[in-house]
């Protein structure tokens, strides 16, 4: 190895060459990595790394399952009484579950849907087969709800909550009687006591007549023009 000798102490060749080399390799570094990096390409590789972290995938739900339990109850079911029957962790399988069914249905031409009823999910009949059903069921459905009943109970649904004098004096009539059958079979229900001497009952509808009627919500009435949609009731 070659020496350069000195008076006073001595430096090696290769202590010169390392000096060299620390003195340029910051700025040689930086060219370098300027050089074979392009603007921009840590910045995409740190947001698809991003991406990747953050991306889930679904449990596996199965789907002959799922439509055996809406077809084996005349009541809807929530997403999260799904999810614990299926033994799946969230309701969001459950929602991307019931959209494939509907998929399905519709690629298969099917005569029903699976809907959002009364906060839960029900298979139903598509509209356009109503008359057809209506026919088959007319009797049934005349014995269960005389005229004065849906009457009554229209009054109460958009009203609601509501005195039964305010019923009454609506339809111009005693009501008692029918509110009592209403009462009876499920469909109207007391919804508290209104702030007024002797503390009257006041009536609401309750979860089976938005079963009965496919409705999710009182906000799905029918309403006419300049109609403020009646209060949900609990």
């Known amino acids: 190895m070659l ?3 000195k008076d006073e102490g001595s430096l090696e060749l290769e202590d010169l060459e390392d000096m060299d080399q620390q003195d340029v390799h910051p700025e040689a570094e930086r060219q370098s990595s300027a050089a074979e990096e392009p603007d921009g390409a840590v910045d995409d590789a740190a947001v698809e790394d991003s991406e990747g972290a953050t991306a889930t995938e679904l449990p596996p739900v199965s789907l002959p399952l799922l439509e055996a339990l809406l077809l084996s109850t005349h ?5 999260g009484r799904l999810a614990e029957l299926m033994d799946l962790p969230s309701t969001k399988p459950v929602r991307s579950a019931i959209k494939d069914l509907n998929q399905q249905y519709e690629a298969g031409s099917r005569s029903f849907r699976v809907e959002q009823v009364a906060g839960g999910y029900q298979i139903l009949t598509l509209p356009e087969f109503g008359e ?3 026919k088959l069921h ?3 459905a005349d014995a269960k709800l005389t005229k004065a009943a849906l009457e009554t109970l229209a009054i109460v649904a958009y009203k609601q909550p509501i005195l039964r004098a305010d019923v009454e004096a609506i339809r111009g009539c005693a009501c008692g009687e029918t509110i009592r059958s209403l009462m009876e079979k499920h469909l109207v229900k007391i919804a508290g006591r209104a702030e007024e001497p002797g503390r009257p009952i006041l009536y ?5 007549f938005l079963e009965l009627f496919g409705l999710n919500s009182l906000r799905d009435l029918p309403q006419p023009e300049n109609f403020a949609p009646p209060k949900s009731i609990t």
Do not use: F, W, Y
């Not at 009541?75 to 997403?79: D, E, G, V």
């Not at 609401?204 to 089976?208: A, Q």
């Open 132 to 134: 057809s059903l209506k």
């Open 3 to 5: 020496r350069l000798v």
């Open 75 to 79: 009541h809807p079911l929530t997403a």
């Open 204 to 208: 609401g509808t309750t979860k089976r």
């Open 138 to 140: 007319q009797k049934e």
